[in-house]
Every structure is written in C-alpha cells, then in structure tokens.
Nanobody, 122 residues
C-alpha cells in the first residue's frame, strides 16, 4: 500500500495551492479518503474527507476555502486550498479512512502517506 502526496510548498497569504495524493495497493475507488494536517508540537487535525461516491465533508476551519475531490480513474485524491491563512501552515497527509458505526471522519485511518509541507508566508 502506498499513498504519495505532492504539491506542497511555499504559498503567499491568500494564495492557492493544490495537493495531490496518488494511491496504490488497495481498492481506491471504494475507499473513503481524507486529508489531515499537523503542526509541529500539536496533534493531527482532520481537514476534509470524501466518500467513494464523491460526497465531501470539511472541518469548520477550512469550509468555504478548501475543496477535496477525487479521480478514481487515476487513483488520486486532491485538495484545492484557496484563501490561505498563516494557520494553514502544516504538514498535510492523505489517508484512507476506517469509517464504521462507531468511528467518524478523522478518528481512525487504515493507511496514510509521508506528508507534504505547506507553508503560508506573508
């Protein structure tokens, strides 16, 4: 199983960036996928999730600014980030969700990638 994030880097305040995550080794098309982020010294924060049917969900902190999408033909999930704020600076990870009757978005992951650094500069 592999999840490989790309697209991170330095972006100016208010700018845009798109992250990609290429998946392999599992049935991507039927998997719920998420993006999460982590600031050094803090816990992992769930950012956004997408079901296999394309239904999307967002944390309040990014709602209206970030857009998650997927391309099942390419086994890839994306995160479009607009109107960046300084607090968006973090390492961003994509992960496969382990959703169940007692687990919601961001509570349990089966697999995750190595992460990509995103830095918002002023």
């Amino acid at each position: 199983v592999q999840l490989v994030e790309s697209g991170g880097g330095l972006v100016q305040l208010g700018g845009s960036l798109r992250l990609s995550c290429a998946a392999s080794g599992f049935t991507f098309s039927s998997s719920a996928m998420s993006w999460a982020r982590q600031v050094p010294g803090k816990g992992l924060e769930w950012v956004s999730g997408i079901f296999s049917d394309g239904s999307t969900y967002y944390a309040d902190s990014v709602k209206g600014r970030f857009t998650i999408s997927r391309d099942n033909a390419k086994n890839t999930v994306y995160l479009q980030m607009n109107s960046r704020k300084p607090e968006d600076t973090a390492v961003y990870y994509c992960a496969r969700e382990n959703l169940g009757p007692f687990t919601g978005w961001g509570e349990e992951y089966d697999y995750w990638g190595q992460g990509t650094q995103v830095t918002v500069s002023s």
